[in-house]
């Protein structure tokens, strides 16, 4: 086969696949391909003292900035975060055991073991655990390294105001979560999160 014509009929094929075959062309497989990784099975992830734990299981750098995940432990009637959105940001989230109650704009799904849910971005959303036992899920990021907001949100702040003996709700200590949600593109709305707590039971 000549190639303008094998060219022309992968140009075809692209289209119908929904490719564009420019694309195809500009962008050649890179010199430095995705590399294959496993990850071993670890302890069961518990709730912790507070309520509400997390571990980065993938992390964006594993996968060339395409995909990370974090999986996280929910007590039994422990509220999750304030109701919040995200301007860049799609989260997948499936659950691993129990029931985790997801709350999407006005709905809110009862996502239990072996559910997926996704939460798309620009939509206010939160979620807690209603019921009387352990939830363990899967969230999942795709646009943008999450798991780092996390990180620095539940480890890094707060160790960085125990080790120069401030308040949490001290200037310096909210300056930096400010400056971290701005960095991530997260709105978040506290005031929505009491009336939750007091609907459904809820412990803080």
């Known amino acids: ?62 996968t060339r900035g395409q995909f990370s995940c974090v999986e996280f432990a929910v007590a039994p009637k422990k509220m999750g975060p304030a109701p919040h959105l995200h301007q860049a940001l799609d989260e997948l989230m499936y659950v691993l055991e129990g029931t985790i109650n997801v709350m999407v704009g006005e709905k809110v799904y009862d996502v239990q073991a072996g559910g997926w849910h996704l939460r798309p971005r620009g939509i206010v959303h939160t979620f807690w655990n209603v019921t009387d036992k352990p939830a363990v899920g899967i969230d999942c990021y795709f646009q943008q390294p999450f798991e780092d907001y996390l ?14 003996g401030l308040a949490m709700n001290s200037p ?17 709305f506290p005031e929505k ?12």
């Open 151 to 164: 990180e620095a949100s539940i480890h890094t702040i707060p160790e960085t105001a125990k080790t120069r």
């Open 172 to 188: 310096e200590i909210q300056a930096m979560y400010h400056d971290l949600r701005q960095k991530f593109g997260l709105v978040s």
């Open 1 to 62: 086969m000549e190639r303008r014509n094998f060219l022309s009929m992968a140009a075809v094929a692209g289209l119908f696949a929904g490719i564009n075959p420019a694309n195809l062309m500009a962008h050649p497989p890179t010199a430095d391909p995705l590399q294959p990784f496993y990850l071993p099975p670890l302890e069961p992830l518990q709730a912790g003292p507070e309520g509400l734990s997390i571990r980065t299981r993938v992390r964006q750098t594993q």
């Open 193 to 204: 999160r009491q009336s939750l707590i007091a609907k459904y039971g809820l412990n803080a």
